[in-house]
């Protein structure tokens, strides 16, 4: 197997000298165990997070050891009786071009016809239940809310964006990094209104965007956003605080939100989530994303960057913006 692995703790953000890929003859399978040839492999913000050595609610990465994440991929052998060669399962042996392990590691997940097996990896899964637990159940978004979206254009921004439209927002705004993938959200998934923050002051352009101010903020992206949609809410606001991105390769902490008082007289609630804790919700979240998607009322986008030589670029890329929708590798 080929299989990338982490060479040095980055600081700050990372050098190409941090990671290493590494060819490794793998043991005979044992008794229960398959062999799967990966066939896409997920690059993800969080994985930024596992590269440093402090405690959080994934373990580190070890060093010199391949790294973890999702990945889609064929069973090319086994010596289980619960998956035969030719199945398409998902799992969390990413990073490489061939995992192998006890049968249990892997699930086995039923192809959709005319629908690639990536989806498994973004709409149809982790990223997918992020924005649909983030927003329904995090935010408690109700019908005839506002919701403003940061991280707009990527895998889970996109998929909020379009639930909030689907049941019945009464406005939906979001932010990304630029003109075309503003374009993309007023255009492809119907937002009503967006804006790139680069082309100035956060608060600014959200003022304008949500002159009614915002019910729901859905936040990816931290810092300056979060301190915009503190002062666009309007009483009783709710935000999911689903990841802020902006601070993920800093070295010094954020110094925005520095509003936050404004929680106190607006009686807002910020909540926290990881996706993990919720999967008891996933079938909930497949029926009825599977459904929007199978009559086309729901869109998405993937950036695919081929092979595995390619994952550590992908990664790195997708950090600053040059994905559309969910990054992905797909291994050759
Ligand atoms: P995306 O597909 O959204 O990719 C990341 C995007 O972040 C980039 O495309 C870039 O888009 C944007 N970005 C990067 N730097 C900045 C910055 N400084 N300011 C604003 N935007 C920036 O990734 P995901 O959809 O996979 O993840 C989105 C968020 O959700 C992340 O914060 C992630 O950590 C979080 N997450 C949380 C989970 C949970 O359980 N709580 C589970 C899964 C994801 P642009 O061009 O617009 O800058």
């Given at each position: 197997?080929?299989?990338?692995?982490?060479?040095?703790?980055?600081?700050?953000?990372?050098?190409?000298?941090?990671?290493?890929?590494?060819?490794?003859?793998?043991?005979?399978?044992?008794?229960?165990?398959?062999?799967?040839?990966?066939?896409?492999?997920?690059?993800?913000?969080?994985?930024?997070?596992?590269?440093?050595?402090?405690?959080?609610?994934?373990?580190?990465?070890?060093?010199?050891?391949?790294?973890?994440?999702?990945?889609?991929?064929?069973?090319?052998?086994?010596?289980?009786?619960?998956?035969?060669?030719?199945?398409?399962?998902?799992?969390?042996?990413?990073?490489?071009?061939?995992?192998?392990?006890?049968?249990?590691?892997?699930?086995?997940?039923?192809?959709?016809?005319?629908?690639?097996?990536?989806?498994?990896?973004?709409?149809?899964?982790?990223?997918?239940?992020?924005?649909?637990?983030?927003?329904?159940?995090?935010?408690?978004?109700?019908?005839?809310?506002?919701?403003?979206?940061?991280?707009?254009?990527?895998?889970?921004?996109?998929?909020?964006?379009?639930?909030?439209?689907?049941?019945?927002?009464?406005?939906?705004?979001?932010?990304?990094?630029?003109?075309?993938?503003?374009?993309?959200?007023?255009?492809?998934?119907?937002?009503?209104?967006?804006?790139?923050?680069?082309?100035?002051?956060?608060?600014?352009?959200?003022?304008?965007?949500?002159?009614?101010?915002?019910?729901?903020?859905?936040?990816?992206?931290?810092?300056?956003?979060?301190?915009?949609?503190?002062?666009?809410?309007?009483?009783?606001?709710?935000?999911?605080?689903?990841?802020m991105i902006s601070m993920y390769n800093a070295t010094e902490p954020e110094s925005a939100p520095r509003?936050?008082?404004?929680?106190?007289?607006?009686?807002?609630?910020?909540?926290?989530?990881?996706?993990?804790?919720?999967?008891?919700?996933?079938?909930?979240?497949?029926?009825?994303?599977?459904?929007?998607?199978?009559?086309?009322?729901?869109?998405?986008?993937?950036?695919?960057?081929?092979?595995?030589?390619?994952?550590?670029?992908?990664?790195?890329?997708?950090?600053?913006?040059?994905?559309?929708?969910?990054?992905?590798?797909?291994?050759?």
């Amino acid at each position: 197997t080929r299989e990338w692995q982490l060479a040095a703790r980055p600081v700050g953000w990372p050098k190409n000298e941090d990671f290493q890929l590494v060819e490794r003859e793998l043991p005979d399978l044992g008794p229960g165990e398959v062999r799967v040839r990966n066939t896409y492999i997920s690059v993800d913000p969080y994985m930024r997070g596992r590269m440093n050595d402090v405690k959080s609610y994934t373990p580190p990465f070890q060093l010199n050891k391949a790294m973890e994440g999702g990945a889609v991929g064929t069973v090319v052998d086994s010596r289980s009786d619960d998956l035969a060669v030719g199945d398409t399962v998902l799992h969390f042996g990413g990073w490489r071009t061939l995992a192998q392990g006890p049968a249990s590691d892997f699930h086995k997940v039923s192809k959709v016809p005319g629908v690639p097996e990536s989806v498994f990896l973004h709409v149809l899964g982790m990223t997918g239940l992020t924005a649909y637990v983030g927003l329904l159940d995090i935010a408690e978004f109700r019908e005839g809310d506002t919701v403003f979206v940061s991280g707009a254009a990527g895998a889970v921004g996109s998929i909020v964006g379009q639930i909030a439209r689907l049941k019945g927002a009464k406005r939906v705004i979001g932010s990304a990094g630029s003109k075309e993938k503003v374009d993309l959200l007023t255009g492809k998934y119907g937002f009503d209104a967006a804006f790139n923050y680069k082309d100035g002051n956060v608060s600014k352009q959200l003022a304008q965007a949500a002159p009614e101010g915002i019910d729901v903020y859905f936040d990816n992206v931290g810092g300056e956003h979060l301190e915009a949609a503190l002062n666009a809410f309007n009483e009783g606001g709710r935000a999911a605080l689903c990841g802020m991105i902006s601070m993920y390769n800093a070295t010094e902490p954020e110094s925005a939100p520095r509003n936050l008082f404004l929680a106190v007289g607006k009686r807002l609630t910020l909540r926290g989530y990881i996706v993990g804790d919720h999967y008891h919700r996933f079938d909930a979240f497949a029926a009825e994303v599977g459904e929007w998607l199978a009559k086309g009322d729901l869109l998405y986008d993937e950036t695919v960057v081929e092979g595995i030589d390619q994952a550590r670029d992908a990664f790195l890329d997708m950090l600053r913006g040059a994905n559309v929708g969910k990054m992905l590798v797909r291994v050759g």
